[in-house]
């Protein structure tokens, strides 16, 4: 899944990507690679929609599967879980 975001204050804008077995990946205008975050090194919780919420950590992913932003660059990542789970990562 991948989506596409623009700063409204700023010139800035930046393609966001997500894998079911990977992380976050934030690729620059010229499509080379800005930040990768967010990826799980638990193979067993990798690519799963079965991951149960106490095995959960803050900023890893299990298996993102949506990804959008808002106006002040926030990103959000839904995973594929049967829990349900949805991520906020803030700009700094």
Not at 5 to 27: A, H, K, M, N, R
Not at 61 to 82: K, Q
Request: net charge negative.
């Amino acid at each position: 899944m991948e989506s596409f975001c623009e700063e409204s204050d700023g010139p800035l804008s930046y393609y966001l990507s997500v894998t079911l077995f990977s992380g976050i990946t934030i690729l620059d205008k010229a499509g080379k690679v800005a930040a990768q975050f967010g990826a799980n090194d638990h193979a067993d919780e990798v690519g799963t929609n079965k991951t149960e919420p106490d095995k959960w950590r803050p900023g890893i992913v299990t298996a993102p599967h949506g990804v959008a932003c808002n106006e002040r660059g926030d990103i959000f990542v839904s995973e594929y879980n049967i829990f349900g789970r949805v991520h906020r990562f803030n700009r700094e």
